[in-house]
């Protein structure tokens, strides 16, 4: 969506302007689509405002990898650093737009696919792979087991360009099933990379080929991953 404002100037800096955000993230509602072998997301009414002058919900049967959400390097690494103890400020920073719309349902992502950034992508870079697979968030096989996802030889080599984190709307990075699912994990979460999926990213995205991105998890101690919310952001 548009932001209108003006610069404000400080000192002797202008603080810019946002002139366009863009929400990365799916919405949590009871039994959203997500993981096929995770429970669905419960969402209680505990208090209504009419009766106790308040409202209030629980959440249940949720896992810190539901919804649009950051995986840590411990989700697959034993000594991999957990959620909190990844540096907040390694959660933003500039982004760059990798179009992978042309893949079919259960198509990889390879190397080959990514070379074709090479000279764009760049260190601490973090990277989004649109595949139009979010905007097909239903209960379907296309979108529960078929999405389009990085093997091992890409992951590879997104590591060997030093990116900060990666992102994707399908709903892991790595494929259905351990076979597929493995490789990518171990190589980004092996070097230290976040990875978030189950993102939301319109078409629109591709308007600009590089964007700011801001994506804070909730700080949950000792855990493999947190919930986060996400947004794309163009300055002036």
Known sequence: MPIHGQGKKEGSKMIPIIKEI???THPIYSNCPGFPTLDTVKVDVVNI??????NMEKLRD??????THVDAPYHFCADGKKIDEIPVEDFQGPAIVLDLSYKKPNERITDTDLDKYADKIEPDDIVLLYTGWSLKRDFTEEYMIQWPDLDGKGAEYLVSKKI?????????????GEEKAFPAHLALLGAGIWVCEEMYIPREILDYERWYYFGFPIKFTGCSGAQVRAVAVQFE
């Open 49 to 54: 405002q009419p009766r106790d002058r308040y």
């Open 22 to 24: 863009i929400d990365l």
């Open 62 to 67: 949720f896992t810190v990898h539901a919804g």
């Open 164 to 176: 900060k984190g990666v992102g994707i709307d399908g709903l892991s990075i790595g494929g259905y």
